[in-house]
């Protein structure tokens, strides 16, 4: 593989050691990130201001702010995403080289209001028509890269997650019923995505095709004989090339397939916080960007509300008495029952940690419990 010559600047090494400094922790990609940064800028300081030899010799104006004007002339014009990546790694350089020189004037060469705000993007689910079309091509082809897409499309994973799956990531979760784990991905976090006969088949396809392949198995499901990032290209290559098949001259991109899968389950009933772990996202907010409500959604959620409104809704099947009790199975089960819901809503209360841990083994036992007692009756 060809490599990149070294950065020939002055300041290299000194860019380079705070890079390495910053990124100790984090993954290992994120030094090659920064690098981009710094022979980005260094290059940029070398052919416009060959003088500058120091860090003591920075200024914002001139060197800073002609660098931001480079950057925006960039031909074809530069993401925003793209332009803020590079003023924050450059501007944490600085904070870690002013420690370490003891230059403090190197934290106001870039600030934190340089960084433009984000582009707010509306979801961009599938239509119903271009979701049709693009499904009926998948299944046409029925090849490695239509099955990963297909895979894609009814699990709501990200492109980069599929290229990671494990030949082994379909696991039974209970009686025929079937989840796949999705490996730590975008957000650093691990999931198990509930799959039905459909999806497990797709695996079934998938690793058969791997089994075929002439490369030996590395356990992944996907063969990647030029390594991760080509295997993602190579997706993206022919998604283009599936969706002109189609017949769709709008541009879309993979990512769609996980704005249709969040909002077909939002239409299917599937309650918000369990569309965000089906998705992977932190926070509801982020769920939120991703899928579409419609007015018809709307009409539907207001004729259920009318035709079921909360006041008319069964009363609780809590004990009439909870301070005396009946001694008999009934009361058993109704109390077990009451606990359940009471610790299932302070689990709720909790955020992520030691103690939800312990009320998620508490609600399991509990569940048990209830099982156990049921069969008294049938007894």
């Known amino acids: 593989m060809n490599r990149r010559p070294p950065i020939q600047h002055p300041l290299a090494i000194l860019f380079q050691h705070a890079a390495q400094s910053l990124t100790t922790s984090l993954n290992h990609e994120a030094i090659r990130f ?83 705000h984000g582009q707010h993007y509306l979801p961009r689910p599938l239509s ?27 699990t709501g994973m990200r492109i980069g997650e599929c290229a990671d799956l494990s030949f082994d990531c379909l696991r039974r979760v209970g009686a025929d019923q079937w989840a796949i784990h999705v490996p730590i991905g975008k957000l650093k976090t691990e999931r198990m995505v509930p799959v039905d006969a459909f999806v497990c088949r797709l695996v079934d396809r998938l690793r058969l095709l791997r089994s075929q392949d002439s490369l030996p198995a590395d356990g992944f499901l996907l063969a990647r004989p030029s390594g991760r990032d080509a295997l993602i290209r190579k997706l993206r290559a022919v998604w283009r090339s599936i969706v002109a098949s189609a017949g769709i001259t709008l541009r879309i991109v993979p990512h769609q397939l996980r704005h249709s899968f969040g909002t077909e389950m939002l239409r299917a009933g599937v309650s918000l916080p369990a569309v965000m772990k089906l998705l992977g996202h932190l926070t509801p907010q982020m769920t939120m960007r991703y899928l579409e409500v419609s007015l018809l959604d709307l009409q539907r959620e207001f004729r259920l509300a009318q035709s079921q409104p909360r006041h008319l809704l069964p009363p609780s099947r809590s004990p009439a008495s909870v301070t005396s009790p009946r001694a008999d199975h009934a009361c058993l089960l109704n109390s077990l029952l009451v606990a359940q819901h009471v610790l299932e809503m302070f689990r709720r209360t909790c955020s992520q940690g030691p103690d939800r841990r312990l009320l998620d083994r508490l609600n399991n036992r509990l569940t048990k419990i209830i099982s156990e007692v049921r069969k008294l009756e049938k007894g």
């Not at 022979?39 to 702010?65: A, K, M, V, W």
């Not at 499904?135 to 239509?146: A, Y």
């Open 34 to 116: 920064y690098i981009g940064t710094i022979r980005n800028f260094l290059e940029f300081l070398g052919s416009r201001y060959p003088q500058l030899q120091t860090l003591q010799q920075l200024r914002r104006d001139p060197h800073i702010l002609a660098w931001f004007t480079y950057l925006r002339s960039h031909q074809p014009p530069l993401a925003t995403i793209t332009y803020s990546i590079h003023l924050f790694h450059l501007r944490r350089i600085f904070e870690e080289l002013a420690w370490t020189e003891d230059i403090p004037e190197l934290t106001r060469l870039v600030l934190p209001q340089d960084t433009p």
């Open 128 to 154: 119903t028509d271009q979701d049709r079309l693009i499904q009926q091509e998948l299944l046409r082809r029925n090849d490695r890269d239509s099955n990963a897409f297909l895979l894609l499309r009814h």
